[in-house]
């Protein structure tokens, strides 16, 4: 994978769990998320979401629910940390600091 395929996909991931982390309950589905991707000038397709969602279910910082047409993921106590910087992971971009 090229060096610029991995900066996305590392964004993509970090993205995701700052939505979800300030999403009420910490949830949100695949929809909405790529809504927000693009957004913030991630494009993503439904297929990349889903794939990034199974990487951070792997990974243990999302839970995620098929529900056939949807997804639906809750970010977990690992997944809100790396969102706010508590925490890093070499995988997932570092963000940025708020302010």
Same mark, same amino acid.
């Given at each position: 994978? $090229?060096?610029?395929?991995e900066? +996305?996909?590392? *964004?993509?991931?970090l993205?995701?769990?700052?939505?979800? !982390?300030?999403?009420? !309950?910490? $949830?949100?589905?695949v929809? +909405?998320?790529?809504?927000v991707?693009?957004g %913030?000038g991630?494009?993503? &397709?439904?297929?990349q979401?889903? &794939?990034?969602l199974?990487?951070?279910?792997?990974?243990?910082? %999302? &839970?995620?629910i098929? *529900?056939?047409?949807? %997804?639906v993921? $809750?970010a977990t %106590?690992?997944?809100? !940390?790396i969102?706010r910087?508590?925490t &890093?992971?070499? !995988?997932?971009?570092?963000?940025?600091p708020?302010g």
């Amino acid at each position: 994978m $090229t060096n610029y395929a991995e900066h +996305i996909r590392r *964004h993509r991931r970090l993205a995701i769990l700052r939505h979800l !982390e300030a999403c009420s !309950e910490y $949830t949100s589905n695949v929809s +909405i998320l790529s809504d927000v991707l693009r957004g %913030v000038g991630v494009q993503s &397709t439904r297929s990349q979401v889903v &794939t990034e969602l199974a990487w951070l279910k792997e990974n243990g910082f %999302v &839970t995620a629910i098929d *529900h056939g047409d949807f %997804v639906v993921a $809750t970010a977990t %106590v690992s997944g809100a !940390e790396i969102a706010r910087g508590v925490t &890093t992971h070499p !995988e997932i971009q570092r963000p940025q600091p708020r302010g």
